[in-house]
């Protein structure tokens, strides 16, 4: 059952990807009660599942005989694959595309006990069950067919992952604008407080120096509200990114993450209204 080579496994990561997205995507359709293309990459591939996939069936390999090992090394194995990823994804873009914050038992919202529970029977099916069938489809392929399906998903895989990580690149960037931004005004906003808590105890010429002051921070910060309008500016990549990951969540960017997608559904709204006139 495992002595696979190289392009097979690829399949079936592909394969596991396509089906995981499958249940994402008509999961959160169903919750959203509209279409939702659900997962970081714009193609019908959800790499965590493939990735998922593998490692339960690598985890499970010494134990395949032993349907509670089975289930215990399945859980401990993709949900350790599971967190391992959220970091690094958190890491590098400082967006959590899957968020369990809301779930009981969860850590950092990376992964949560339900889930962990889930990957467990998961584990237990896709052993005894449809890998199966899977399996004998991969390996009743001609050579020549699996080497150059494992080619063509792999390259058309790697050129939408490496356009999906520019465009959560580019989220990142904006975020990070918007954060420095509202820092600024934030700074502004205490200090035209002190100058306006001092400008009556202060003499006439002082008052004068501090009134302009006060007038010149009232000129920045609406600089700064421009400048955070136009860091909302519509960007359509990142936009798709956010609606295939509708629960994506942030600590470092959590306001201005809230308040980007905010604008985008506003103006996603607007779109629709405006093609409902004519």
């Known amino acids: 059952m495992y002595n696979y080579q190289l392009q097979q496994w ?8 396509f089906l995981g997205w499958c249940w994402e995507s008509a999961y959160v359709s169903v919750r959203k009660r509209q279409w939702v293309n659900r997962g970081f990459l714009k193609g019908p591939f959800l790499p965590i ?23 215990v090394f399945g859980l ?9 990823t959220g970091i690094c994804m958190e890491s590098l873009f400082h967006v959590r595309y899957w968020d369990y914050s809301n779930q009981k038992f969860n850590y950092k919202g990376h992964i949560c006990l339900s889930s962990s ?6 584990s237990l099916a896709m052993i005894y069950g449809f890998h199966k069938p899977i ?5 009743g392929f001609p050579y020549r067919f699996t080497n150059a399906a494992s080619f063509i998903l792999t390259a058309a895989v790697a050129a939408d992952f490496a356009v999906s990580f520019k465009t959560a690149m580019e989220l990142r960037d904006i975020l990070d604008g918007m954060e420095r931004i509202r820092d600024e005004m934030k700074k502004l906003q205490r200090r035209a407080e002190i100058i306006e808590t001092f400008l009556a105890d202060s003499a006439e ?11 010149q921070i009232r000129e920045k910060q609406q600089m700064y509200k421009e400048r955070l309008k136009d860091g909302i500016r519509r960007n359509v990549s990142v936009e798709r990114l956010l609606k295939r990951n509708p629960t994506a969540a942030s600590n470092k960017y959590g306001v201005s993450l809230k ?19 004519r």
């Open 10 to 17: 690829l399949l079936f990561f592909f394969i596991y990807c």
């Open 49 to 71: 599942y493939g990735s998922g996939a593998l490692a339960v069936l690598v985890a499970t390999l010494p134990v395949r005989e032993y349907p509670v090992l089975v289930y």
């Open 76 to 84: 401990i194995g993709a949900t350790l694959l599971e967190l391992v």
């Open 117 to 122: 529970i889930a990957w467990g029977f998961f």
């Open 135 to 139: 399996e004998r489809m991969v390996l």
């Open 205 to 215: 010429k002082r008052k004068e120096e501090r009134t302009e002051e006060l007038r």
């Open 259 to 277: 308040e980007y997608r905010e604008q985008f559904l506003k103006g996603i709204k607007e779109e629709i209204e405006e093609r409902i006139k």
